[in-house]
């Protein structure tokens, strides 16, 4: 039966070769890992150049075309002997096959053939076919320190105005402990010494500036006050008694409940800002070598500690003394106690934020007047 | 996951720019505190800068660099916020625990700071507006506080002072009527106690002691504790006879589990 399909022996010979496990590829695989090409390309092009008078095996029987992807794929490669190339162009000519329409296989580019004293490939430029040289980690290279110096609050006008207002018809409740008790409670524990000098304890007090009570002076810390794009919200509710009057009645309590707030709220930030600093860059920064950096950084950061520190330790003590002075201003022109109530409410709910903000500007740039005793 | 390193607090302490980064997650939270629109989230996140600063609080190597860089004045805002939502109670408490911490220390120290600072209107205030659970700890607080000669004498010195501690103490007893807390009782029968060796808070507190702790209000709790009810009869007797006793117990309360 076998023999009825075939018309010589040609036929036959390939068909057991390939029933009996003939596989031309893997031998290409070991002859090129090996520097044996030499021979394996002239064994190959035997074989295979009867196949064109062969109706079973011509091109394009997918194994004989199989192996002649492989031809291109290794015709291809750099540096590949001149002989071997010419086997390759005359067996694809025998053929009758076109080099150039046969898509190179990708079986050889995982191999590593050996490469001292193979026959298969010319010597120059031996260096151009190896893959790159992985450099190695140099163990000895210290990674760069990154200082990272705290980034300077939003500004502080933009914050305060876009911060939601919420209208409260209830006044906030007043905290304990009573004023008198905080009084006597300062009397009793400030310590002559924690005011009046910040440096360190080797360093003469009377040697450095002092943060002590006298440089809160009122007069300064008013200056300091921005006023030139001061706007104040006028709630639509009020517009019916003029929004004009209004603005001018904020602007006066504002001034007045900052400057009778001001003082104890700048101090109290800036000590604690200023200590916190001191403590805290020394640490980070004692191999730092530029002053400049050093400083830098102290300055970012004590600003915006007491800019914080100061916008949210105002806002209570702000909020009491600014609805005593707006009622007392808004009684000025109404009659009716229950509308003094509401108009105060919706005064200070609209503007308490501005006032806050304010006064961090005043803390940021007052920490700035003093160059922190570091050393 | 601070259980797993003991020495995680020399480390935070002294690696480059972290204690300032924990600043940094604690005065951005600042502009929401009032009006109150602090989110669960950004309550959840600053919570856990406060742990990790709890943790530098607490170990002996770094508390003094805490203290003398006066990282828990940054908490003041959060303590004599009023707010009862979760995530301000959840601030509240974490931020009495960073105190907590630090006063379980020995030593005056930390005492003397507390009191400089004035932290103790502030606990005064978690006694009034925070959970059973803030009330407790700052309850702790205050007895250590007492416990402290210093401190002692702090409260019993002005009659406001006394009278905002004793007002604080009483007025979580009468809120307790309903559903006592046995270990928030222990810690005020043992403040109460403690105020009886100074005669001007034995004095004052015998008209001001609440009758509920008079009256057997509480016997049902304080038979269960045998160390709660010593001190409650110690107390009852002191002021009963105007005398005062020798010195006060040792001290067996411990930080409940923030």
Redesign the interface.
């Given at each position: 039966m076998i023999y009825a399909e075939f018309n010589c022996h040609y036929d036959l010979f390939m068909y057991y070769s390939s029933c009996h496990g003939l596989f031309i590829s893997i031998l290409f695989f070991q002859a090129y890992e090996r520097g044996l090409m030499i021979a394996i390309i002239p064994f190959t092009s035997k074989i295979l150049e009867p196949c064109q008078s062969s109706i079973a095996y011509r091109p394009p029987n997918p194994w004989t075309m199989g192996i002649l992807s492989l031809l291109v794929e290794i015709y291809n490669l750099p540096n590949l002997k001149m002989n071997l190339k010419f086997d390759i162009e005359v067996l694809f000519k025998n053929l009758s096959v076109d080099m150039k329409d046969v898509k190179p296989s990708s079986l050889l580019k995982d191999r590593i053939r050996q490469i001292e004293g193979n026959p298969d490939f010319s010597n120059k430029d031996v260096s151009a076919s190896q893959a790159p040289v992985v450099a190695e980690v140099s163990s000895g290279v210290m990674p760069t320190i990154n200082h990272v110096e705290p980034q300077p609050e939003i500004n502080s006008t933009s914050r305060a105005t876009s911060l939601p207002n919420m209208l409260s018809q209830y006044a906030a409740p007043l905290r304990l402990p009573t004023n008198n008790m905080v009084e006597d409670d300062k009397s009793a524990l400030i310590m002559p010494e924690q005011v009046s000098s910040l440096g360190l304890s080797q360093v003469s007090p009377s040697q450095t500036p002092s943060l002590s009570s006298s440089s809160f002076s009122l007069s300064q810390l008013i200056a300091a006050i921005p006023r030139a794009d001061i706007y104040f919200r006028i709630n639509e509710k009020l517009s019916s008694f003029g929004s004009l009057q209004y603005s001018k009645i904020m602007d006066m309590a504002l001034d007045k409940a900052i400057k009778e707030i001001i003082g104890p709220v700048i101090q109290r930030s800036v000590t604690i800002a200023s200590r916190t600093t001191k403590e805290l860059i020394l640490k980070d920064y004692a191999m730092e070598a530029d002053d400049s950096a050093v400083s830098r950084s102290a300055h970012l950061m004590v600003g915006t500690l007491a800019g914080s520190l100061a916008h949210v330790t105002s806002k209570e003590p702000l909020r009491v003394a600014l609805s005593s002075h707006l009622r007392s201003l808004i009684q000025g022109i109404t009659n009716n106690t229950e509308s003094t109530e509401q108009i105060m409410l919706i005064l200070v709910n609209d503007n308490l934020d501005l006032g806050c903000a304010l006064i961090e500007t005043v803390a940021t740039r007052k920490v700035g007047l003093y160059s922190l005793p570091l050393y | 996951k601070r259980e797993m390193f003991p020495d995680l607090a020399p480390l935070l302490?002294?690696s480059?720019?972290t204690?300032?980064?924990l600043?940094?997650e604690i005065?951005v939270v600042?502009?929401v505190?009032?009006?109150p629109?602090l989110s669960l989230l950004a309550s959840s996140r600053v919570c856990n800068a406060l742990a990790l600063l709890q943790c530098v609080a607490s170990h002996p190597e770094t508390r003094s660099?805490f203290l003398?860089?006066?990282?828990p004045?940054?908490l003041?805002?959060f303590l004599?916020n009023?707010s009862k939502t979760r995530p301000f109670e959840y601030l509240r408490l974490t931020s009495l625990g960073v105190i907590g911490a630090l006063v379980k220390a020995e030593g005056t120290e930390v005492i003397n700071f507390l009191?400089?600072y004035?932290f103790v209107?502030l606990c005064?205030?978690a006694m009034?507006v925070g959970s059973e659970l803030s009330k407790t700890v700052a309850t702790f607080i205050i007895e250590k506080i007492v416990l402290d000669d210093a401190g002692l004498g702090y409260i019993c010195?002005?009659a406001?002072?006394f009278f905002?501690v004793g007002t604080?103490l009483a007025g979580m007893v009468t809120s307790m009527d309903d559903k006592p807390s046995p270990r928030l009782l222990k810690h005020i029968i043992h403040c109460y106690l403690r105020i009886t060796d100074n005669p001007r808070g034995l004095e004052a507190l015998q008209t001001c002691l609440p009758t509920t702790l008079i009256d057997g209000t509480f016997n049902n709790l304080t038979k269960d504790d045998p160390t709660m009810q010593q001190w409650l009869q110690e107390l009852l007797v002191k002021v009963r006879s105007g005398k005062m006793g020798g010195l006060p117990p040792p001290v067996q309360g411990h930080m409940p589990r923030v």
């Open positions: - | 302490w002294h480059f720019g204690i300032i980064v600043l940094q005065i600042y502009p505190l009032s009006p629109t660099h003398k860089a006066h990282i004045l940054y003041c805002s004599e009023t009191l400089q004035e209107p005064l205030h009034a010195a002005t406001d002072r905002a604080a």
